[in-house]
């Protein structure tokens, strides 16, 4: 009888030196570290809100909501949340639990996305929506302007007056705000498609948005 050895992979340093996890393990916890710079949230802190919602039923990180739908002794069903938005259902065994607070995810090259790969070397990089998060610090993009709020007027930290517009911006694979100050707001309109170039991506209240400073460049390309 042939038995199949499960493929693993060296991913962290939560394990003692020599033990390693599986492919499916692995799979798991790079899609939970996309879904943290997703929304903004950090990594480790996301990662050990599972352990906590194990123990206690549920967690929240930021506007986030984890909860622990159903376990056993060895694994759990988790569903995560941000409002009344399903972002995942995932399932983990109580081991990899256990290790999740210590897992350094940054150490590991693997992790990183590669378009976060590529900006750091080429600087702004072209990409579609889905693909951009924390570790993506500059992009150029086009979208359609789908949504934009009435201004409304704010102070900087210094006191002086500016006005803001939040835009809605989609593409076909997904949406993200875009911040519009000043002569920004009425420089685009609703059913605009627009281009953004060296647009700097930042977290605003747990979510993510690209906003275009004194070193970018927005422009409508169609009405």
Not at 90 to 95: D, H, N, R, W
Request: aromatic share 6%; net charge positive.
């Amino acid at each position: 009888m042939r038995i199949q050895r499960e493929e693993t992979v060296d991913i962290g340093r939560g394990r003692p030196r020599g033990q390693r996890r599986s492919m499916a393990e692995t799979t798991k916890l790079l899609y939970l570290v996309k879904v943290s710079r997703k929304y903004g949230v950090e990594t480790n802190e996301f990662l050990s809100c599972f352990k906590d919602a194990w123990a206690h039923n549920k967690s929240s990180c930021k506007d986030i909501l984890i909860q622990c739908r159903q376990k056993t002794d060895d694994e759990g069903v988790f569903l995560v949340t941000r409002g009344e938005k399903i972002i995942a259902q995932i399932i983990l065994s109580k081991e990899f639990l256990d290790n999740m607070p210590h897992i350094e995810v940054t150490d590991y090259p693997s992790i990183t996305s590669s378009a976060a790969k590529k900006a750091a070397k080429v600087g702004p990089v072209d990409i579609e929506i889905k693909d951009i998060d924390l570790d993506v610090k500059w992009v150029n993009l086009k979208a359609k302007v789908i949504e934009k709020t009435a201004p409304k007027g704010v102070y900087s930290r210094y006191g002086n007056p500016l006005s803001v517009s939040i835009a809605t911006i989609s593409d076909d694979t997904g949406t993200i705000k875009l911040p519009l100050w000043n002569a920004q707001i009425n420089s685009i309109r609703v059913g605009d498609r627009v281009r953004i170039e060296n647009g700097r991506v930042r977290s605003f209240r747990g979510e993510l948005q690209v906003s275009v400073g004194t070193k970018g460049k927005l422009e409508v390309i169609e009405n």
